[in-house]
Structure formats: C-alpha cells, structure tokens
C-alpha cells in the first residue's frame, strides 16, 4: 500500500501517512485522481533519471575533435619546412624544435579526452592546441613574408599542410563541442524543470 499524496510505502494499518499526515480514511473513490498522479510519478523520475545517463556512444563533436588532434600530432613529424638549394638539401620537422613536443603532448591529451566523453575539458584542450597550432602556422608564414632569401630557397613541405588542415578542424571541433555543452546544459534544466513539482520536493522513489 502506498499513500495517494506522497507515494510512501506503508504497512496498511496507519490511519494518517506518517510521512505527510494524509488522512488514509478518505475513501479511494475521493482520491482516484491522486493516485493515478502518484502512480506515474516514479515514471517520471526514471525518465528523469535516464537523462543523466552516461553517453556509451560517440558524437560527431568528439569524432571531429580526435581526427583534428591526430593531424596535428602527424604534421609534428612531418617535415614542415624544406630547404632547397644548389648543394645541399633537407627538411625541418616540429619536433626539432620544443614547440614540436609541446604540441603533439597537446594532441595526444585533446585525443584522449573525447574518448572518455569529457567535452568540457575537451573544449578547452582542443582551443588551446588549435591557438598554438595557428602561432606556429603564422610564424612561419610572417618568416617567409618578410625574408626575401627564404623565399627562393624555402618552401613549405606536408606538415605544414596538415596542421593547416588540423587547424581548420580545431575551430571544427571548438564550434561543435560548445554546441553540445550548451544543448546538455538546457536539455538538464528542461528536465528538473518539468519532473520537480512546485512545492521543491520529489515523492521518494520505491
């Protein structure tokens, strides 16, 4: 037996719900509205509850975010400058330089993290390496802008074109993660909003 005005479980012996006072001597006929409404209350909740379920699957948002961290850990090896001339000839890679292995420690992290579904942190990671990456990117462009010499003899070989690329699916990613955040954050209010009653209290779930 349970009490038509809150849902408690009780014995069936009470007169008066121990828990919010309703006089049980009313007869079912006056209450057969109530207990239709405390009937589907723990419905409710567990509808409620199942919007709070743990994400199993994967979102484009994530799939987006770990294919632009894996071009950018690839382009970090990748050469990134070629040097040409009349006798000698070679490449220069990220990772000769410590803002190579920063950036693919960054990619490595922003890989990660949609893999385990934290999209908050994610979005942070994924705009951080997207900035740097970009840093690196103009840094190089300004160089060859304003030297004449580098012009002729150097051009921008595969890992540049990849973390152009990378980063172009960096701001990607950003722009849907924040999406995703913001649908959750209203899809969360939306459902305490409609499944906590006015009065700020939830029936306990039996």
Not at 141 to 158: D, K, N
Not at 197 to 200: D, I
């Given at each position: 037996m349970f009490c038509p005005q809150c849902g408690k479980k009780l014995a069936g012996t009470e007169k008066f719900c121990p828990n919010c006072g309703f006089n049980l001597a009313v007869p079912p006929a006056?209450?057969?509205w109530d207990s239709q409404v405390v009937a589907s209350q723990p419905r409710c909740i567990e509808s409620a509850d199942s919007a709070y379920q743990p994400v199993t699957g994967v979102a484009p948002s994530e799939l987006v975010t770990l294919a632009a961290a894996l071009l950018v850990g690839i382009a970090a090896f990748l050469p990134f400058l070629v040097v040409s001339g009349t006798s000698y000839d070679y490449s220069v890679a990220l990772t000769d330089a410590p803002d190579?292995?920063?950036?693919?420690?960054?990619?490595?992290?922003?890989?990660?993290?949609?893999?385990?579904?934290?999209?908050?942190?994610?979005l942070v990671l994924s705009?951080?390496?997207s900035a740097f990456?970009?840093?690196?990117?103009?840094s190089v462009?300004?160089?060859?802008?304003?030297?004449?010499?580098?012009?002729?003899?150097?051009?921008?070989?595969?890992g540049f074109c990849l973390l152009a690329l990378g980063?172009?699916?960096?701001?990607?990613?950003?722009?849907?993660l924040a999406r995703d955040i913001v649908r959750s954050k209203r899809r969360r209010q939306h459902v305490m909003g409609s499944f906590i009653?006015?009065?700020?209290s939830v029936p306990p779930r039996q």
């Open positions: 006056s209450i057969r190579g292995a920063v950036l693919v420690l960054l990619a490595i992290a922003t890989a990660i993290l949609p893999m385990v579904h934290r999209r908050a942190a994610s705009s951080i390496m990456s970009l840093f690196e990117v103009c462009a300004l160089m060859m802008l304003t030297s004449t010499h580098a012009t002729y003899y150097v051009t921008f070989g595969a980063i172009v699916m960096g701001v990607v990613s950003v722009i849907l009653p006015a009065n700020g």
